[in-house]
């Protein structure tokens, strides 16, 4: 769904987790910003699994140790990702912005 008349526009939809590694959701229209969240639970304090974040076309959402990115900006859209850490060194960078069956919504600003 489009919001806007002269000032800034938003899109707001949403997309259900297919549980790839990266989704490429298109819209279209190359965004200022997205905001993503997780209908099923909150984004996370920052030692939790990531299941959103906002991302601008300049800085994408990482997790909290920024080694893994969660969402980012494309001139198309945004894309997501649905990663696990394998490494017991490094428990705290989940990311499941793509998590197979989860719901997901986003705003789009551009």
């Given amino acids: 769904m489009i919001h806007g008349g002269g000032g800034p526009k938003i899109i707001t939809g949403s ?6 590694a990266t989704r490429t959701i298109s819209l279209g229209v ?8 997780c209908a099923e639970y909150s984004i996370g304090d920052p030692y939790s699994d990531a299941y959103g974040g906002m991302a601008s076309r300049d800085w994408p959402a990482k997790t909290y ?4 990115e969660i969402a980012a900006v ?3 859209g945004f894309v ?5 850490s394998s490494s017991t060194s490094d428990p705290y960078s989940d990311v499941n912005a793509n998590t197979s069956g989860l719901h997901y919504n986003y ?3 551009y």
């Fill in 30 to 37: 190359h965004p200022e910003m997205v905001l993503v969240l």
């Fill in 107 to 109: 705003v789009v600003f």
């Fill in 80 to 84: 997501v990702h649905n990663k696990t």
């Fill in 15 to 20: 997309y259900t987790g297919d549980g790839t």
């Fill in 65 to 68: 140790n920024w080694r893994r």
């Fill in 74 to 76: 494309t001139d198309n």
